[in-house]
């Protein structure tokens, strides 16, 4: 039971039920909200209401847009003969922050995972194979996790995909550099070794 007022205790409520925030975290949030000026607060307030509004999904490729296109879908600039297929926006934007990449992108917005009852019909892989079907793409990137969920989503993708004359690859793995081989794991050693390259 809390000793809060009613709405303190139901904001405080409200921001532990957010990813990564405990019952003390969203306490201090609720707190701090409360000690900083109001016009503070409230845009806080507005901009959350306003992703919820005004935020959706691109009509091509999943990523959030406030528009019918994304700013990448909707970039002329962009190299449309490769597309990179990612989890999560969040994927993406970790992607677009390099500057190596150029192309357009495909989210699936989730990876199939049969033990949390994710199945491929949840996923946007049927608007993916229309994409790729329709489109004049070279090569499609698997930029899944590298986790027994993403591999296998790509895995997946890959047979989906494999009626099409297009060159299926998937991201690097492996030792990064400046790092140590007596440190690596298993896994990152043996990635390494299969992705291996020409000097």
Do not use: W
Request: hydrophobic content about 40%; overall charge negative; some cysteine.
């Amino acid at each position: 039971m809390s000793g809060h007022a009613g709405a303190v205790s139901q904001l405080v409520d409200r921001l532990s039920q957010l990813p990564g925030i405990g019952r003390k975290s969203a306490e201090r949030l609720a707190f701090h909200l409360l000690r900083v000026r109001e016009d503070e607060a409230l845009a806080l307030a507005d901009a959350i209401r306003r992703v919820r509004t005004d935020v959706r999904y691109c009509a091509d490729c999943y990523n959030l847009s406030e528009k019918e296109l994304c700013q990448i879908c909707a970039d002329p600039k962009r190299d449309r003969t490769r597309l990179c297929v990612v989890e999560q926006p969040r994927d993406l934007l970790s992607l677009e922050a390099s500057g190596a990449y150029k192309g357009l992108y495909h989210v699936l917005l989730g990876r199939i995972a049969p033990l949390d009852g994710v199945t491929p019909d949840q996923l946007t892989i049927d608007s993916l194979v229309d994409r790729v079907r329709t489109g004049n793409f070279s090569e499609i990137i698997m930029a899944t996790n590298p986790t027994v969920e993403g591999d296998g989503t790509s895995l997946y993708l890959s047979n989906q995909l494999g009626e099409f004359p297009v060159e299926i690859t998937r991201l690097a793995r492996g030792i990064t550099a400046g790092s140590v081989l007596e440190y690596a794991n298993r896994e990152i050693i043996a990635d390494a070794l299969t992705g291996r390259q020409k000097l």
